[in-house]
């Protein structure tokens, strides 16, 4: 298993930007699904963004295209999600989250989000408001 472990949440005005880290203990191979979720008061979790890490398919929540993007330092074995222009329905927990088996990135997406699939840190909240 890979543990998992996310940084930089906190409370931010509408319009601002924060960057979250997400740093890896263990192997992340090249065929894993990686990438952000998050979880709102009384809401389901859902994905934000997350990658192939083989290249090529990406999943983007259509809340956050435009003003979330991805990257990844695999020397540092770390992840990144950039927030810019935050909303205050931005306003969750947000977690890092794997898995090796990546054959459907979208698949994977549903099934972690609902089902918990994968390894998971334990979250870095995210306030937006005024």
């Known amino acids: 298993r890979v543990r998992l472990l996310e940084s930089g949440g906190g409370s931010v005005q509408p319009g601002g930007s924060l960057k979250l880290s997400c740093v890896a203990s263990?192997?992340?191979?090249?065929?894993?699904?990686l990438g952000w979720f998050r979880q709102a008061p009384g809401k389901e979790r859902e994905g934000v963004i997350v990658?192939?890490?083989?290249?090529?398919?990406?999943y983007y929540s259509d809340s956050v295209k435009g003003r979330f993007t991805i990257s990844r330092d695999s020397a540092q074995n770390t992840m990144y999600l950039q927030m810019n222009d935050l909303r205050p329905e931005d306003t969750a927990m947000y977690y890092c989250?794997?898995?090796?088996?990546?054959?459907?990135?979208?698949?994977?997406?549903?099934?972690?989000?609902?089902?918990?699939?994968?390894?998971w840190g334990p979250g870095t909240q995210v306030t937006v408001s005024s």
């Open positions: 989250a794997t898995d090796s088996d990546c054959t459907d990135l979208f698949g994977w997406v549903e099934y972690a989000a609902t089902r918990g699939f994968g390894d």
């Open positions: 990658i192939y890490t083989g290249g090529g398919s990406r």
């Open positions: 263990g192997y992340i191979g090249s065929s894993n699904c």
